[in-house]
């Protein structure tokens, strides 16, 4: 089954406790990328990956790392987690970024919690 | 940077039609996407528009004009778990940054 996969799924943690969110596609897409959902704000993007070892910041970089370093992983790194990074987080890949227009396939998802 | 409007809450009836209108600015636009949404759970796309003029999929339609930086998102035959969140998202940065608005939370009533 073609898929996104996010873990974890739910995550309590406490301030400056580095983290790391996995995501892994299995449909050898070429373009992923990290998106956080606040409540009135939508989807914002965090950082995004073209194709191995190619990055780029969204709009929202501050305080995320990110590393691709296989094709299909595209982990979300917080160093230095703070409250204002609760949020759900979504991981999204697409062919490419042109190759299917627009048309991103997402994860179910990672809520976060720091206190 | 790309801005996007759409309305936050739309409330219709089971069997009606309705619309979802999205107006944006942007630089480097090349298409119009949409997504839907339930209670948090995955977006799942439903539609791209890179030219003017409407697309149909079934119930959901959706339509862009480039000139006027707008588009709207078409539900026709509304039935209860059309209830969701929908998403406009604009295209940009050579075809490898998708934005998205706010979101329109639609409400089906009986």
């Known amino acids: 089954e073609a898929q996104v996969t996010q873990n974890p799924r739910y995550l309590i943690t406490v301030t400056g406790k580095k983290l790391t969110v996995t995501c892994s596609q299995n449909?050898?897409?070429?373009?992923m990328s990290w998106y956080r959902q606040d409540p009135g704000l939508g989807l914002r993007q965090i950082y995004y990956?073209?194709?191995?070892?190619?990055?780029d910041k969204g709009d929202v970089p501050e305080g995320y790392k990110v590393s691709r370093k296989e094709k299909r992983n595209f982990p979300l790194i917080l160093e230095s987690p703070s409250p204002n990074q609760t949020s759900l987080y979504f991981c999204a890949s697409s062919l490419s970024g042109t190759g299917a227009p627009g048309e991103l396939f997402f994860g179910e998802g990672s809520r976060l919690t720091v206190l | 940077g790309q801005s996007l409007e759409q309305p936050s809450e739309v409330t219709a009836v089971e069997g009606a039609i309705v619309q979802i209108n999205c107006t944006y600015q942007?630089?480097?636009?090349?298409?119009l996407s949409w997504y839907q949404q339930h209670d948090g759970g995955a977006p799942t796309f439903l539609s791209y528009n890179a030219l003017d003029g409407l697309e149909e999929t079934g119930r959901f339609s959706s339509f862009l004009s480039r000139s006027d930086s707008y588009g709207y998102l078409l539900l026709q035959e509304l039935q209860m778990k059309d209830s969701a969140s929908y998403f406009c998202a604009v295209l940009t940065g050579g075809g490898n940054k998708l934005t998205f608005g706010t979101g329109t939370q639609l409400k089906v009533e009986l």
């Open positions: 990956s073209m194709n191995v070892e190619v990055t």
């Open positions: 449909m050898n897409h070429e373009y």
């Open positions: 942007t630089s480097g636009f090349y298409g």
